[in-house]
């Protein structure tokens, strides 16, 4: 994953499934010699002539030394090597860069600093401590969220009982009338996250941000898309996040290509709608934008979602670059019908989702 991370950060279009796949390939081939091994991770995570050529750099150079990382010619087989190659990688074992304190680093003043860190700007040594405060600080705003994201039911039947009692002081007129209310149910969420090409840096902490929802509302759709829509909501309901993305793994979901929002919309409209909405929905698009058809179908689209929900948020990552405007097409569209508007590029504008929906 360390590599992954590395290769990606230097020109590499490595995302998540391209990660996962090259995790697993280890596990199921524990036997392969070191230039197997390397070959292996060149096939998974390069996709062009280009990335081919640029891998074998990448992979003497990782974690950054100036001198090559090499296995040792000789000895144990690479599945006893493994463990050296990524403490080496990963942790700074026998590499030139440190070892990843995570004790040190969830100290208040690092916590500060990750926190409002652009997902895409994360040093790989950072990595690690991120991802840790960020599954804390995650479950305790999804917590308080669903306690506040309470919708109480309409009036129902006459409270006799609260009636007459209020009537006292009024010379036993009943004046006003009290009705028994439902109790209060949680919200519905739906999550409706971007997995396309330019969303790469993102789509991890996206998706650890809308597993540690789903965990926590109990009426809770997560979809991905790209060019198609794939609903992972049975996916996202494993207890932790590596064996939802172990599950996701082995689907075609499209990571990493071209992004239709409208078409994904659509399908949405026409095959999942008519369970997840309603008017005590929120519906929450994390996404960049960046949308290969036509404005005219995304707006349509959104229209006929708005009049179903609460409200419809819409989370942009490039909200986070200072001097960013909403002007491409489709972004530009879309606003209108946009109930929130808010960044997704950081832990911190993640977080702040509960006071955008207070």
């Known amino acids: 994953m360390g590599f992954c991370r590395y290769a990606r950060a230097h020109g590499l279009s490595a995302g998540v499934t391209e990660t996962v796949a090259a995790v697993e390939a280890v596990h199921v081939l524990p036997e392969m010699a ?15 002539k280009e990335e081919w050529e640029l891998f074998d750099r990448l992979f003497e150079t990782f974690p ?6 090499e296995p040792p010619a000789s000895g144990p087989p690479l599945h006893a090597q493994r463990g050296w190659w990524m403490s080496a990688g990963v942790e700074g074992g026998s590499g030139s860069r440190p070892a990843v304190d995570v004790n040190a680093a969830s100290g208040a003043g690092t916590d500060e600093r990750l926190t409002t860190m652009d997902f895409s700007q994360v040093p790989r040594a950072d990595q690690a401590a991120l991802e840790k405060l960020a599954q804390r600080l995650l479950k305790r705003a999804s917590i308080r969220l669903s306690r506040r994201l309470r919708i109480s039911g309409p009036a129902g039947r006459l409270d006799v009982r609260r009636t007459i009692r ?5 010379g ?10 439902k109790k209060p149910q949680q919200a519905r969420l739906v999550l409706f ?6 969303m790469n840096l993102y789509s991890l902490f996206l998706l650890r941000f809308a597993h540690a929802l789903q965990k926590h ?20 309901r494993s207890p932790e996040l590596p064996g939802a993305l172990e599950i996701l793994s082995r689907r075609a979901a499209g990571w990493s290509s071209g992004t239709r929002i409208g078409e994904s919309l659509r399908d949405f409209n026409r095959r ?11 519906f929450i698009i994390l996404s960049d934008g960046w949308d290969t058809g036509e404005p005219s179908l995304l707006v349509s689209e959104l229209q006929a979602i708005k009049r179903g929900v609460r409200k419809l948020v819409w989370l942009n990552p490039l909200l986070g670059i200072e001097g960013y405007r909403p002007l491409t097409r489709s972004m530009a569209a ?13 832990l911190e504008s993640l977080l702040a989702l509960e006071k955008h929906l207070r």
Not at 64 to 69: A, C, D, F, I, W
Not at 172 to 181: N, Q
Not at 334 to 346: C, G, N, Q, R
Request: glycine share 6%; charged share 25%; proline share 7%.
């Open 334 to 346: 879309a606003l209108p019908y946009v109930d929130i508007f808010a960044p997704a590029h950081s």
């Open 193 to 198: 996250l971007d997995v396309s090409g330019s």
């Open 272 to 282: 999942h709608a008519r369970k997840p909405l309603s008017r005590d929905c929120f």
């Open 64 to 69: 950054g030394g100036e001198e090559p990382l």
């Open 166 to 170: 209020r009537s006292i002081g009024r």
């Open 217 to 236: 509302f109990r009426r809770a759709d997560t979809f991905i898309f790209s060019t198609s829509l794939v609903e992972i909501t049975r996916e996202m």
């Open 34 to 48: 070191p230039e197997t091994f390397r070959a292996c991770l060149r096939t998974v995570l390069c996709s062009s």
């Open 172 to 181: 036993g007129d009943p004046v006003d009338l009290s009705y028994r209310r």
